[in-house]
């Protein structure tokens, strides 16, 4: 596996590790990039060995200005607080729009679901005048794209205005 480089990767050191808010975690490779920043797989790091490490991700947003920045960590705030919550074990459970329930156990609706991971740690570091970096580790949660789910659920728009209320 190509583990990203340090200039890759502004969290990272030479050898993959990250230190986010007192943490380590080792950057295995990108799982994806966006017009903000990048996120990565990674473990996290322990001093209890263990044959089953954490599997996180850790996202890193390159803000230019200072309202990039105060995004940035609402994003880590707001995922710190449903964290807090455990809203639904972490999940929403919801049928695609477009299935229809009938009766009996082959005639049900195939149920997807909408995780909210668990924050790990967060951190700003500044990079340059009016510049940071916000690191975010959180629970690598197994799934598909968000612009994927919107597109597969076909939801009405107040429908996902009141799925994202709950949230809020």
Do not use: N
Request: proline share 7%.
């Amino acid at each position: 596996q190509r583990r990203p480089s340090a200039a890759g990767a502004a969290a990272a050191d030479a050898s993959g590790k990250a230190v986010i808010a007192g943490r380590a975690f080792l950057l295995e490779g990108i799982l994806g990039t966006g017009s903000f920043g990048t996120v990565y797989r990674a473990v996290e790091q322990t001093d209890a060995p263990s044959d089953d490490p954490k599997k996180v991700a850790v996202k890193e947003i390159r803000c230019r200005s200072d309202k990039e920045r105060k995004q940035a960590e609402y994003e880590a705030t707001l995922m710190q607080r449903l964290t807090a919550e455990r809203i639904g074990g972490g999940c929403f459970r919801f049928a695609p729009a477009d299935s229809e329930g009938g009766s009996g156990p082959s005639s049900q609706p195939q149920q997807r679901r909408l995780c909210c991971p668990e924050l790990l740690a967060h951190e700003t570091v500044a990079a340059a005048p009016s510049s940071w970096t916000v690191l975010i580790a959180m629970e690598c949660v197994p799934g598909i794209p968000l612009d994927e789910f919107a597109k597969d659920a076909k939801r009405p728009f107040d429908e996902g205005i009141m799925m994202c209320r709950e949230l809020l």
